[in-house]
T-cell receptor, first 116, second 112 residues
Framework: DSGVTQTPKHLITATGQRVTLRCSPR?????VYWYQQSLDQGLQFLIQ???????AKGNILERFSAQQFPDLHSELNLSSLELGDSALYFC???????????????FGEGSRLTVL | KNQVEQSPQSLIILEGKNCTLQ??????????LRWYKQDTGRGPVSLTI?????NTKSNGRYTATLDADTKQSSLHITASQLSDSASYIC???????????FGAGTTVTVRA
């Protein structure tokens, strides 16, 4: 158990709909990352938050947005869903203390999104 | 162009055999390199971390090497087991901005 919790584990929805994925980081971790993994593909970095602020942005579509709340949990919002958005969405957390942090990411078990 | 390239993309080996995965990177300046194991449908888990001063590090049947001069790392799996079937991902951290660069992964299939 990595200590990172993601909900829901599975989600089936229709094209055009909107969904919200939730992530609770490990206790004490300030940084949250979101990744998308399509079938048989590598992990694609979407976005990173650190202590409530957006720190880095990757290949995140404009239809997608995220935020990190004061209690450090994060939500990834996916709207106007398309068939191609079907994927595993992983959340990861890290200490992100820079000076002594080795950069290890602790991943949740993922949320599997199926768009029909 | 991806700053971390892994090879091969996939491989199949018989149980009990050894295999070696490669990771070449261009990330500079280099902070560390980490190998993750990702079981199908699960989140990746760190296997080992290599820093600039380390050449070899073992974690059970997994041995990682690093050549910081040529910017290459390898992950050797000894006496493979069925449970080694997974994707192995190389992640390199920049010392400049602490950004993480991911390789696409190598999928290993171990057959009985």
């Amino acid at each position: 158990d990595s200590g990172v919790t993601q909900t829901p584990k599975h989600l089936i929805t229709a094209t055009g709909q909107r969904v919200t994925l939730r992530c609770s980081p490990r206790s004490g971790d300030l940084s949250v990352y979101w990744y998308q993994q399509s079938l048989d593909q590598g992990l694609q970095f979407l976005i990173q938050y650190y202590n409530g602020e957006e720190r880095a942005k990757g290949n995140i579509l404009e239809r997608f947005s995220a935020q990190q709340f004061p209690d450090l949990h994060s939500e990834l919002n996916l709207s106007s869903l398309e068939l191609g958005d079907s994927a595993l969405y992983f959340c990861a957390s890290s200490v992100e203390a820079r000076s002594f942090d080795t950069g290890e990411l602790f991943f949740g078990e993922g949320s599997r999104l199926t768009v029909l | 162009k991806n700053q971390v390239e892994q090879s091969p993309q996939s491989l199949i080996i018989l149980e009990g055999k050894n295999c070696t995965l490669q990771c070449n990177y261009t990330v500079s300046p280099f902070s560390n390199l980490r190998w993750y194991k990702q079981d199908t449908g699960r989140g990746p888990v760190s296997l080992t971390i290599m820093t600039f001063s380390e050449n070899t590090k073992s974690n059970g049947r997994y041995t990682a090497t690093l050549d910081a001069d040529t910017k290459q790392s390898s992950l050797h799996i000894t006496a493979s087991q069925l449970s080694d079937s997974a994707s192995y991902i190389c992640v390199v951290r920049s010392q400049h901005d602490y950004k993480l660069s991911f390789g696409a992964g190598t999928t290993v299939t171990v057959r009985a």
